[in-house]
Structure formats: structure tokens, C-alpha cells
């Protein structure tokens, strides 16, 4: 991989944050809101709110509001949260790093799984593992996580008081309870990816298992683990690999539901309170700073593949 094309991608990364940071508060602008009132309350006087509007920047023309926040947000300040005075970056970064020990925690619990229910399936297709597998995955695919969360809090947390109902408390406070709070929101967001993956990683390695170069690893003597990991499963991978870095994004902003169900207080539920409250600066910091995080776990992706499969060459 050319370090011209590193540059490039880095590149790229910067100008789709500057479509998406246009696109997000153009978008903001149009919403009914008026961080005035919200500031000030609805019984504020005109004058008082016009005085606000004033000091705020707010009769100013759009492009200037846009280039006064993006400044700011170059700088490192993401505004001010019009529901809570506070500091947007502080509490969005928080938020965000609450989000990302569940998706690496997930992430991992679902490879962990994924990738052997796929190898398994692969090698015995066709027969009971290979359709075991397969009915786990459709269920998988089938149940929505507020089912499966509401029947894990039910069964698990209520019933039989194995782990904690919700709550969340931080790994470097407490690294036992924070695992145990953990658990269940793991488990209910991994069921969807592990579907997807192991199904992927069957179904890439029967193909692959059938090609001409693995026929020749074995005519040369090569053991069936040695052909299976370094020769089937690599190049299978390449496909799952693209999944996993989608499931990132569904990871940060899709699973709101489970943040709710166990009161995980992650960037998708931020985003959610804030968009209930038109809280428009904190809208506008969460998504750009989900964008950023998801450019930056595909441009990961890519050097990946590249590891993997030396064949594929980046101009």
C-alpha cells in the first residue's frame, strides 16, 4: 500500500466530514427550534430573546454561523448544550467511549463465535452442523434486538437474578461490576452480527475450499489445519471483514434501543435525547463525530484487506 494512497484516503476522510458537517447543520437550521427559547424559556420577553439571539450570533447569515461553529469544531469546541449549559465535547467523548467498550466487547464476543459456527458449517455442509448453524442464524437474523433484550432482562436479570437488569457502571471504576453490566447488552447486540458473520464466513469458505490452489495444497501434503487457516480462512475472511466494519456504524447509532433497555448512557442515546430536546448543538457534534469514528473504521477495513491478501494493491 502506496503511502500516496494513505494521503488520499485521509484526504478523503476530511472532505466527506466537511459534506457531512455542511449537510448537518444546514439540516439543524431548518429544524423548529430556537435556542433562544430554549435558553430562555417561553415566557421570556422579546427583547430579552432578541438580545440573546444578538450576543449568540443567531441573526447573522447562515454561511457565518457555519464558519463560526466549524472554526470552533477545528479547535476543539463543539458549542455549548442548550439543555444542560454544558459543554458539548466533554460529554459527547464520554458518551462515545461508553459506546466503543460496548462495540469492542461485542465485537469480540461475536468473532469469538462467528468465525468458528462459520468454519464448522463450512467444513461439515450440508450436514446436521452445517443446518444447525444455519436455523441459529436465521433466528438470529429473525428476532429484533428489543425482543431479544426484553427476554434476556425478563429471564435472566428478573427470573433467575443471574446478572443485573441495567445500569452501567465504568470498567476503571469497577472492573467486575462493569462486566457484569455488560453481559447482557453484549450478548443481545452480538446475536444479529454473529448471524450475518458466521453465515458470511460459511459461505465465502465453501467457495474458497473448492478453488484450484487449495486442490494443490493438498496434492503437496499440506495438513487440513494448516490449508483451512492460513490459506481457506484468510482469504474467506476478506468478505466478513466488510461486514464487521459496517456493524461499527450499526454499533454507535443503531442500537439506541439496547442503550435504552439497560440504561447505557452511549452516543446513540445521547443523540436521541438531544434530538427530543432540539438540542442543536449536540446533534450537530454527535453526528459529526460518528461520521469521523465510521471513516475511520473503513479506512481500518481497507488496510486490513490489504494485510490480508497481498494481491490487492492500492494506488
Do not use: C
Amino acid at each position: 500500500m502506496s503511502a500516496s494512497y494513505i494521503l488520499k484516503r485521509i484526504a478523503l476522510i476530511f472532505y466527506t466530514l466537511f459534506i457531512v458537517s455542511l449537510l448537518v447543520f444546514g439540516i439543524t437550521q431548518v429544524l423548529p427550534a430556537d435556542a433562544a427559547v430554549m435558553m430562555l424559556g417561553e415566557n421570556a420577553t422579546t427583547e430579552a430573546l432578541e438580545a440573546l439571539r444578538n450576543s449568540m450570533g443567531l441573526n447573522d447569515p447562515i454561511w457565518m454561523q457555519y464558519l463560526r461553529w466549524i472554526g470552533g469544531v477545528v479547535q476543539g469546541d463543539f458549542g455549548t448544550s442548550l439543555r444542560t449549559g454544558q459543554p458539548v465535547g466533554p460529554a459527547l467523548f464520554s458518551a462515545l467511549g461508553t459506546s466503543l467498550t460496548l462495540a469492542v466487547f461485542s465485537l469480540t464476543f461475536m468473532l469469538a463465535l462467528a468465525l468458528p459456527m462459520g468454519v464448522v458449517a463450512a467444513i461439515r455442509r450440508g450436514k446436521a452442523t452445517d443446518l444447525f448453524v444455519s436455523f441459529l442464524s436465521y433466528i438470529g437474523v429473525a428476532l429484533p434486538e428489543f425482543v431479544t433484550a426484553t427476554l434476556a432482562v425478563l429471564f435472566i436479570a428478573d427470573w433467575w437474578g443471574i446478572l443485573p437488569p441495567a445500569g452501567y457502571v465504568p470498567l476503571s471504576q469497577n472492573p467486575v461490576e462493569g462486566l457484569r453490566h455488560l453481559v447482557l447488552p453484549v450478548v443481545v447486540v452480538s446475536i444479529i452480527m454473529i448471524a450475518h458473520v458466521s453465515r458470511m464466513v460459511r459461505s465465502e469458505l465453501v467457495d474458497v475450499l473448492h478453488t484450484d490452489y487449495i486442490r494443490a495444497a493438498h496434492l503437496k501434503g499440506l495438513s487440513r489445519g494448516r490449508i483451512l487457516l492460513r490459506h481457506g480462512l484468510r482469504n474467506a475472511l476478506l468478505p466478513a471483514i466488510t461486514i464487521v466494519a459496517l456493524d461499527v456504524g450499526y454499533l454507535l447509532g443503531g442500537v439506541i434501543v439496547v442503550e435504552e433497555i439497560f440504561s447505557i448512557p452511549g452516543i446513540g442515546r445521547a443523540l436521541m435525547a438531544a434530538i427530543q430536546a432540539r438540542d442543536l448543538p449536540v446533534i450537530q457534534a454527535g453526528v459529526l463525530i460518528m461520521a469521523a469514528t465510521y471513516s475511520i473504521v473503513n479506512f481500518a477495513a481497507d488496510l486490513i484487506y490489504a494485510w490480508l491478501d497481498k494481491r490487492i494493491q492500492y494506488d
